[in-house]
């Protein structure tokens, strides 16, 4: 396998990353694999870097890392327009908390079992989906693999990573703002155009899955297929909070849907307007505070290590 590179999270993981590398080193040699590391610095710093190494000739990378990592080099990709999407190819050895990309194709925490299927030949295409928004007035484009919410959703997502900069563990973090924000949060106005249909009214959160997990194993878009052409859409409509917390069990047993006051949708093509700013928040990385326009780029990622 020609052209391979690592994008590596340092900060990912248990502390075992160079444990890890040291292991998927001795078996590359012994393979004859020849590859580099990268090692993220910085917020984006993934998105940015891997542009330049598609400039260099670089085409096939392995993210070592979470779904922020993954999320990042999804945009580096797809940011680009001097190099074809089909030359390009990714795969994962999970070492992130929530690791929602990696549980769809079942990718394991084995690092070794996970950098021999990536070097196996093995590879399948997925979706991406396409947000357009604006952020502070200006114009955005941002691409997902997985998950987008907007809403609450994203709210969680900000106030955890605020909680981790001060050195909090994600899990705990994220459970905790979920309550936190649960308590505090007011529905707003949305508006959502779905392939010609129409839905207003007060809504608390909206989830768009190109997969079907986030969250650290929630099923928020249960039946989501990640490579039919189509995205998932539950909307969850303004409920009392009481109703909110005694379907929690939902998310994890993917029958959330059947809650009454959910909307579930599937759709090539998404409009979603509200009533004042709203954040956004792709693969757990915040974008935006709208309006967003979203779509999708049938088969357009191609994936190491999985077969079709």
Not at 6 to 35: E, S
Not at 99 to 113: A, F, I, K, S, V
Not at 117 to 135: A, E, F, L, P
Request: one cysteine or more.
């Amino acid at each position: 396998m020609d052209n391979l590179l690592f994008i590596i999270n340092p900060k990912a993981g248990n502390g075992d990353i160079q444990l890890a590398l040291d292991d998927i080193g001795r078996l590359a040699r012994d393979r004859g694999i020849d590859y580099e590391t990268y090692f993220t610095t910085a917020q984006n710093d993934g998105c940015n870097q891997v542009k330049l190494f598609l400039k260099q000739g670089y085409r096939n990378f392995i993210v070592m890392g979470g779904d922020g990592t993954i999320n990042e080099v999804v945009n580096g990709i797809f940011q680009q327009q001097e190099v074809p999407y089909s030359e390009i190819a990714i795969g994962l050895i999970s070492k992130g908390t929530g690791n929602d990309w990696g549980r769809y194709y079942h990718y394991t925490g084995d690092h070794l079992e996970a950098f021999r299927s990536i070097i196996s030949g093995k590879i399948s295409t997925q979706d991406i989906g396409v947000i357009r928004h604006t952020n502070q007035g200006e114009l955005q484009t941002s691409y997902f693999a997985n998950i987008a919410g907007f809403g609450f959703d994203a709210e969680v997502v900000m106030a955890t990573n605020r909680m981790m900069a001060r050195g909090r563990r994600k899990q705990s973090a994220y459970l905790f703002n979920l309550l936190k924000c649960l308590i505090n949060n007011k529905s707003v106005e949305m508006r959502i155009e779905s392939d010609g249909r129409v839905i207003e009214g007060a809504v608390f959160s909206i989830s768009v899955g190109n997969g079907k997990y986030s969250g650290g194993g929630m099923m928020q878009t249960p039946a989501a297929i990640i490579d039919d052409g189509l995205l998932d859409v539950t909307i969850y409509l303004h409920m009392p909070k009481t109703r909110v917390l005694a379907n929690v069990k939902r998310l994890y047993n993917g029958t959330i849907q059947q809650v009454k006051g959910i909307i579930s949708l599937r759709s090539k093509h998404i409009k979603i307007e509200f009533n004042k700013p709203v954040f956004a928040e792709t693969d757990g990385e915040i974008i935006g505070d709208g309006p967003y326009e979203i779509s999708v780029l049938p088969g357009a990622l191609r994936i190491l290590g999985v077969e079709e």
